[in-house]
């Protein structure tokens, strides 16, 4: 949807008339339009909590602690956390998830963006960081991550020697890069697989509470796991002087 209300609300508005359930993943959208879509027909949100609407997220804290925890006991001192778009839910999470578990391990987090979260979204972020470094950063995602690599490589910047890098979702190729990318693993596939049957059971109610019934429910919350790769090491004693070539 390229980050746009515009167009999902589009998407969904052509959609409604023809199937009987949604699941809206990372949606953009406000929560009184989610709540009013999940008013219309049963609907299901993935990666974001709205209240009376049910929901299935990762846990996000959880995920980032072990992230900075692992930061930590690589010696780093003070990280940045480049930050996803502003309308995120789960950006919101992990932002202040990185800023608990930096406080609880003694590191100082500061925050960068927010930046697209694509490898485009990763370029801009490496020139804002080249301003003001850190020894490591925790992206958004994976995506951001990676092009944030990629780019300070092609200045001939060290992953990890000279900056250590962790993304966020460990998607299909996080481990393909060079160095092979340490992310929070999300359980993608169970969190579409729960959110359909949770989609399911709500469709099956809808004859007997009436479609405009909103069910209350808890979030479902799925665990995160730390994948540790390649593209984190030891703080590096001595910062190497690095500028990335002009615009």
């Not at 990762?58 to 996803?84: K, S």
């Not at 850190?134 to 690599?149: E, K, Q, S």
Request: with cysteine; net charge positive.
């Amino acid at each position: 949807m390229n980050e746009s209300t515009e167009v999902e609300r589009q998407a969904l508005d052509r959609t409604a008339g023809i199937v009987e359930g949604i699941v809206l993943a990372t949606s953009r959208l406000s929560d009184t339009s989610i709540r009013a879509i999940a008013r219309r027909q049963p609907a299901v949100v993935l990666n974001r909590v709205v209240t009376d609407v049910p929901s299935v997220v990762t846990d996000n804290a959880r995920g980032m602690r072990r992230a900075v925890e692992h930061l930590a006991q690589l010696d780093h001192r003070t990280i940045t956390y480049l930050a996803g778009p502003e309308a995120s839910w789960a950006d919101g999470m992990r932002w202040r998830a990185a800023q608990e578990a930096g406080h609880e391990v003694g590191l100082r987090v500061r925050r960068l963006g927010p930046f697209a979260p694509t490898r485009e979204g990763g370029r801009a972020a490496a020139r804002a960081f080249a301003g003001s470094r850190t020894t490591a950063v925790v992206a958004y995602n994976d995506l951001l991550a990676i092009g944030f690599m990629q780019e300070v490589q092609s200045w001939g910047v060290s992953v990890p020697g000279d900056v250590s890098v962790v993304g966020f979702d460990d998607i299909f190729g996080a481990d393909f890069c060079s160095p092979a990318l340490t992310t929070v693993a999300a359980p993608l596939a169970a969190l579409g697989k729960h959110a359909v049957t949770v989609l399911a059971e709500r469709l099956s109610t809808v004859g007997l509470r009436g479609a405009r019934t909103v069910v209350p429910r808890r979030p479902a919350l799925l665990p995160a796991a730390l994948r540790v790769r390649e593209s984190t090491g030891p703080r590096p004693r001595r910062q190497r002087a690095w500028t990335p070539p002009p615009a």
